[in-house]
C-alpha cells in the first residue's frame, strides 16, 4: 500500500482569516497577487499581499519575481508549458524535512498557481521529479488542498462517499463515511486505500449490504490528477477479477469514488505503467471513465 507520508498532493488549511483563495481573490490583472509564506509558529501558512513590479503580460518575469520569495528553497531554472509549472530546486531542497517541506511546497504552489496561464505545479529536483518516501509528488493545483483543518492542526476529519460492490457483485452501493487523516496525505489515495482495505475496515458498515471490489494483493503504484482526470495505476493484482464481482462493478466503485472529489471528472487506469485493452469481460479498459451511478442502489452509513 502507497505509504502515506506526504505523498503526490499536499493536503493542508490555506485559506485565512483574511479572505479567500483562488485566482478571483485579489486583481491579478492589476499585479496583486496573494503571497503565502509559513506562518510564525512553523505551523501554517499566513498570507500578504503582494504586487509584483514585471509586466503582468511578462509571464515568465511575474513567476521569476513570485518565486524570488522564497529564500529557504534554490530555484535553478522553471519552464512552462500548456498551463503547467515546472520548478527545478537544487538537490538542497531535500534538506527541507516533514511540515516544513510540506508548508513550503503549500505556499509556492499556492501563490503560483493564481498567475493566470498556470494551473498546475510540478516540483524537480535537478532534473528528477520531486520524491517523498520513494514516491512521486507529481503535478500539484490549487485544488490539491483543503481550505480548512480540525482537531489539533494535524489531521482532518471529513465525510466521504466511497462505492462498494452489493452481496450480489452485479451492482453498487453508497457507502457514507467518517474518516479522519494526517494532513499531508491526498484526499484522492486516502479514497483508494479506503477501497483497498474494504467496508469492513469502516466502523459502522453493515458488511452484509455491501463487499469489497478490489482485487486482494492489489497495490497502487501511483495517482496523480491533471485536467481534471485522475490516472491510476495499479499492480498486476488488480487483473485478478473476483468470480463474484463483476469487472464493471470494479471499474466503477473506483471511478464514482473518486469523481466525488471537486477536481476529478474521468479516472484513467493504466497496469504497472502500461494500458489494457480489456479488464476482465469489460472492453475499452484503455478510455477514461466517467462517473456512473446507473449501477448504484440503496446505501449505508459509516
Same mark, same amino acid.
Given at each position: ?137 507529481? #503535478? ?12 489539533? !492542526? ?10 462498494? #460492490? ?31 482495505? !474494504? ?73 504497472? !505503467? ?23 442502489? !440503496?446505501?449505508?452509513?459509516?
Amino acid at each position: 500500500m502507497v505509504k502515506r507520508w506526504m505523498l503526490l498532493f499536499v493536503l493542508f488549511f490555506v485559506c485565512l482569516a483574511s479572505g479567500g483563495c483562488g485566482k478571483d481573490s485579489y486583481d491579478h490583472k492589476n499585479g496583486e497577487f496573494r503571497l503565502y509564506r509559513i506562518a510564525d509558529d512553523g505551523v501554517g501558512l499566513k498570507s500578504t499581499k503582494y504586487h509584483v513590479t514585471a509586466q503582468i503580460d511578462d509571464t515568465v518575469a511575474v513567476v521569476a519575481e513570485l518565486l524570488s520569495n522564497y529564500e529557504a528553497v534554490d530555484v535553478r531554472e522553471f519552464e512552462i508549458k500548456e498551463r503547467q509549472l515546472f520548478i527545478y530546486f537544487s538537490s538542497a531542497y531535500y534538506s527541507l524535512e516533514g511540515i516544513d517541506e510540506v508548508l513550503q511546497r503549500a505556499a509556492i504552489v499556492k501563490t503560483l498557481c493564481q498567475v493566470e496561464s498556470i494551473e498546475y505545479v510540478e516540483f524537480f529536483v535537478e532534473q528528477d521529479s520531486l520524491e517523498i518516501d520513494g514516491e512521486p509528488v507529481g #503535478a500539484m493545483s490549487e485544488l490539491s488542498f483543503l481550505d480548512s483543518i480540525g482537531g489539533d !492542526g494535524y489531521t482532518q476529519d471529513k465525510y466521504v462517499t466511497l462505492f462498494f #460492490a452489493d452481496v450480489s457483485g452485479s451492482g453498487m452501493k453508497e457507502v457514507t463515511a467518517r474518516l479522519t487523516y494526517d494532513m499531508t496525505v491526498p484526499l484522492a489515495t486516502l479514497l483508494i486505500d479506503q477501497l483497498l482495505a !474494504g467496508p469492513e475496515k469502516i466502523e459502522g458498515v453493515n458488511t452484509s449490504d455491501v463487499r469489497e471490489t478490489i482485487p486482494d494483493g492489489t497495490v497502487l503504484n501511483s495517482l496523480s490528477i491533471r485536467d481534471n482526470i485522475c490516472y491510476v495505476d495499479f499492480s498486476k493484482e488488480f487483473l485478478n477479477v473476483q468470480a463474484q464481482v463483476k469487472s464493471e462493478i470494479v471499474i466503477y466503485s473506483i471511478v464514482n469514488t473518486l469523481c466525488e472529489l471537486p477536481d476529478v471528472n474521468q479516472v484513467q487506469f493504466t497496469i504497472d !505503467g502500461e494500458q489494457r485493452q480489456d479488464y476482465g469481460d469489460t472492453k475499452h479498459f484503455d478510455v477514461p471513465y466517467e462517473r456512473n451511478l446507473d449501477l448504484v442502489s !440503496g446505501g449505508s452509513k459509516g
